[in-house]
């Protein structure tokens, strides 16, 4: 571990410095005042988990078994849209620090890695996010490279009716279509290590709509394009008609209540992530631990639950499960690494995360991951 950065938040203090201004606004920010944003970190800090030090305690183990597969650490990597405008490479450096450490990468639709790429550097252990494409064909076509690509687990984004509204984004030029202006060049003349990594690893696009996308189109159409080819509402029947088609495991991602839990059950999906984007779409929405904290009691035990949004460090992954989720995601934490520390990044970020957790089930005498939530001040 470099110990120059033994905290998440010393990567983010870095990546600030490493990256510009217009991407990490992008990557930090929430929607309209950031309420709901700073709802997520603030209501998980309230959870409060009991040790017991006199007992009987014999070691712990932090591996999870999510979808009949055994991984390493109770937590993933969160899909990121133009994760490479945030830092180059930085999709293949996420995925292969992943695989390295038995953890999931998901793969957003309109990240910056095709599908293709993505399987081959995590060996077929991949997640893949889908962003619900209204055309037939491009959704059957993108399903069907995701099959042949070897993912196991298609997770549906639902809670992207419409495009947040971030006031950083809209003045930064990054609104649909984005647009670059003179301050944002001036922002990466100030970046060199980033501008460098741009220019070797190409400038950054949505690499699996790439073949979807007409011949030397512009960024003036680009948001006619997302518009006319993609509608993130998301219904019973166009979940039921992507379950027909989907023979392995079928996540929806973006829950935030009971009534689309129940509705997730009905359609025979296999797990939910309740998730509020980060932050990012609704800011008088609940937080995402408090909407755990809702759902849990009541579909425990009839399909798998996880969470993101708010989880930024280790201790955050412990009260999420000792609230009762089964696995965690965390986004802005990897790529403040990759921002930091360049392709050591998502290693290292994975290093701070274990090590914290290992010492949280020691401290709490706690055997087993799950294990956490009785350990739960209530």
Same mark, same amino acid.
């Given at each position: 571990?470099?110990?120059?950065?033994?905290?998440?938040?010393?990567?983010?203090?870095?990546?600030?410095?490493?990256?510009?201004?217009?991407?990490?606004?992008?990557?930090?920010?929430?929607?309209?005042?950031?309420?709901?944003?700073?709802?997520?970190?603030?209501?998980?800090?309230?959870?409060?988990?009991?040790?017991?030090?006199?007992?009987?305690?014999?070691?712990?183990?932090?591996?999870?078994?999510?979808?009949?597969?055994?991984?390493?650490?109770?937590?993933?990597?969160?899909?990121?849209?133009?994760?490479?405008?945030?830092?180059?490479?930085?999709?293949?450096?996420?995925?292969?620090?992943?695989?390295?450490?038995?953890?999931?990468?998901?793969?957003?639709?309109?990240?910056?890695?095709?599908?293709?790429?993505?399987?081959?550097?995590?060996?077929?252990?991949?997640?893949?996010?889908?962003?619900?494409?209204?055309?037939?064909?491009?959704?059957?076509?993108?399903?069907?490279?995701?099959?042949?690509?070897?993912?196991?687990?298609?997770?549906?984004?639902?809670?992207?009716?419409?495009?947040?509204?971030?006031?950083?984004?809209?003045?930064?030029?990054?609104?649909?279509?984005?647009?670059?202006?003179?301050?944002?060049?001036?922002?990466?003349?100030?970046?060199?290590?980033?501008?460098?990594?741009?220019?070797?690893?190409?400038?950054?696009?949505?690499?699996?709509?790439?073949?979807?996308?007409?011949?030397?189109?512009?960024?003036?159409?680009?948001?006619?394009?997302?518009?006319?080819?993609?509608?993130?509402?998301?219904?019973?029947?166009?979940?039921?008609?992507?379950?027909?088609?989907?023979?392995?495991?079928?996540?929806?991602?973006?829950?935030?209540?009971?009534?689309?839990?129940?509705?997730?059950?009905?359609?025979?999906?296999? %797990?939910?992530?309740?998730?509020?984007?980060?932050?990012?779409?609704?800011?008088?929405?609940?937080?995402?631990?408090?909407?755990?904290?809702?759902?849990?009691?009541?579909?425990?035990?009839?399909?798998?639950?996880?969470?993101?949004?708010?989880?930024?460090?280790?201790?955050?992954?412990?009260?999420?499960?000792?609230?009762?989720?089964?696995?965690?995601?965390?986004?802005?934490?990897?790529?403040?690494?990759?921002?930091?520390? %360049?392709?050591?990044?998502?290693?290292?970020?994975?290093?701070?995360?274990?090590?914290?957790?290992?010492?949280?089930?020691?401290?709490?005498?706690?055997?087993?991951?799950?294990?956490?939530?009785?350990?739960?001040?209530?």
């Amino acid at each position: 571990m470099n110990k120059k950065y033994p905290l998440v938040n010393d990567l983010k203090k870095k990546a600030k410095k490493r990256i510009p201004k217009f991407a990490f606004e992008y990557l930090e920010g929430g929607c309209n005042e950031e309420i709901n944003l700073t709802k997520n970190k603030s209501d998980l800090n309230k959870i409060q988990l009991n040790p017991h030090y006199i007992k009987k305690f014999s070691g712990y183990s932090l591996s999870t078994k999510i979808f009949d597969i055994k991984y390493n650490s109770p937590f993933g990597i969160a899909p990121i849209g133009l994760q490479g405008l945030i830092w180059p490479n930085s999709p293949i450096i996420l995925a292969k620090a992943a695989n390295k450490f038995n953890i999931p990468y998901v793969l957003s639709t309109v990240s910056t890695a095709s599908i293709e790429e993505i399987s081959e550097v995590s060996d077929g252990k991949a997640w893949f996010q889908l962003y619900y494409p209204a055309e037939e064909k491009i959704r059957i076509d993108i399903l069907e490279r995701a099959k042949n690509s070897g993912i196991k687990v298609l997770v549906l984004l639902c809670d992207v009716p419409s495009f947040g509204y971030r006031g950083n984004d809209i003045k930064n030029g990054l609104s649909m279509p984005p647009k670059m202006n003179i301050n944002n060049f001036i922002q990466i003349i100030k970046n060199p290590t980033w501008a460098f990594n741009t220019l070797y690893f190409g400038k950054p696009n949505f690499a699996t709509l790439k073949p979807y996308m007409p011949k030397n189109l512009n960024l003036g159409q680009l948001g006619r394009f997302m518009d006319q080819t993609f509608s993130g509402r998301l219904n019973y029947d166009r979940i039921a008609k992507i379950r027909d088609i989907w023979k392995d495991k079928l996540v929806i991602k973006g829950i935030v209540n009971e009534l689309d839990t129940e509705t997730s059950i009905k359609l025979g999906l296999d %797990g939910i992530i309740i998730s509020n984007h980060g932050g990012r779409q609704l800011d008088p929405g609940l937080s995402s631990i408090d909407a755990l904290r809702k759902i849990y009691p009541k579909f425990k035990n009839k399909i798998t639950i996880m969470m993101d949004s708010g989880i930024k460090s280790g201790p955050d992954i412990a009260r999420s499960i000792a609230c009762g989720a089964q696995f965690t995601f965390l986004g802005r934490s990897f790529m403040y690494g990759v921002g930091a520390l %360049g392709k050591s990044g998502g290693d290292h970020t994975i290093e701070i995360l274990n090590t914290q957790l290992n010492q949280i089930m020691e401290q709490l005498s706690c055997e087993n991951i799950l294990d956490l939530k009785n350990h739960l001040i209530n």
